[in-house]
């Protein structure tokens, strides 16, 4: 037990739709790790994923807690392995197309439109790394759920924090849907009446490009809510996306081309648009029923 209070956000008068976004592959071309920092412990790409796997393989380990072992193995004698080391790391990775303008756009479509659009990442990448990218620092995103280390007082990572794997990403679906952010806070698990959840399911959308991303796909498209697989838009490669819809665990699909006027910018609008009216009807329905009682 413990006495620390944790903030939670309240349900507002104003509809809220939150984005939930995977991030490598997603919003970024490639994994983070292989855009700098896996070359400068001396690993070729593959070569590091390959040993990564096997570690997990042989010990029965999971295989994100695999890849950070390997980080912090590697690192020894060669680079300085703390949280700014990593933060310097992620500003040097690439984004999509349109995704630096991307967040503050959306956000001010939903404003206009009389809806609160809120940015989550939840994502088996680093959180340092997230949050060293030119978008975190101007703060694009409302919380990131990502791997992360513990420091000791010299700064230096020691031990893993939090591990977000593609089963245990569902979890922060329900703490963004009933406000209860801290990833401590047990109060995940209290109940909530449907008419005082801070972020209905049917306004949630997710945001992703692989397997590791179906459970909260299929875990938003159960409840009404909008699952969207996206490609990258110069390879071209709809395989993964066209096999998602196939086996519904998206409702939709688009180039991950966040600029604005492309595919998924108008997709967005249009949940948005939509979200306006549905959540007159949703009060209808609930003042309806509240009367009765």
Request: glycine residues 6%.
């Amino acid at each position: 037990m413990t006495d620390y209070e944790y903030m939670r956000k309240q349900r507002e008068d104003t509809p809220v739709l939150a984005i939930c976004y995977d991030f490598d592959k997603t919003l970024s071309p490639d994994d983070m790790q292989a855009q700098g920092y896996i070359q400068s412990i001396d690993y070729d790409v593959s070569e590091f994923w390959h040993r990564a796997n096997m570690l997990s393989q042989e010990n029965e380990m999971d295989s994100n807690l695999a890849y950070m072992y390997m980080m912090v193995d590697g690192a020894r004698g060669k680079i300085l392995f703390n949280k700014n080391t990593l933060m310097e790391y992620g500003s040097k990775v690439k984004l999509f197309p349109g995704v630096e303008e991307w967040f503050e756009r959306i956000r001010n479509y939903g404003k206009n439109a009389g809806v609160k659009v809120e940015h989550y990442i939840i994502s088996s990448g680093l959180k340092e790394m997230i949050e060293g990218t030119s978008v975190a620092k101007a703060g694009a995103f409302e919380k990131i759920y990502a791997c992360s280390f513990l420091y000791n007082d010299r700064g230096e990572a020691v031990w893993p924090s939090q591990m977000v794997n593609y089963t245990n990403k569902t979890q922060f679906l329900f703490r963004i849907s009933k406000g209860v952010l801290d990833v401590n806070d047990p109060g995940v698990n209290d109940f909530f009446a449907p008419d005082q959840i801070r972020v209905p399911f049917r306004n949630m959308v997710y945001i992703g490009d692989s397997d590791t991303d179906i459970p909260c796909m299929k875990l938003v498209n159960s409840y009404g809510g909008h699952s969207i697989g996206v490609y990258d838009p110069v390879r071209q490669d709809k395989s993964k996306v066209h096999r998602m819809m196939r086996e519904n665990r998206i409702r939709f699909f688009a180039a991950a081309d966040y600029s604005e006027d492309s595919d998924i910018d108008k997709l967005l609008k249009a949940i948005i648009d939509r979200t306006v009216v549905n959540e007159r009807l949703e009060q209808k329905h609930f003042d309806d029923m509240n009367e009765s009682m």
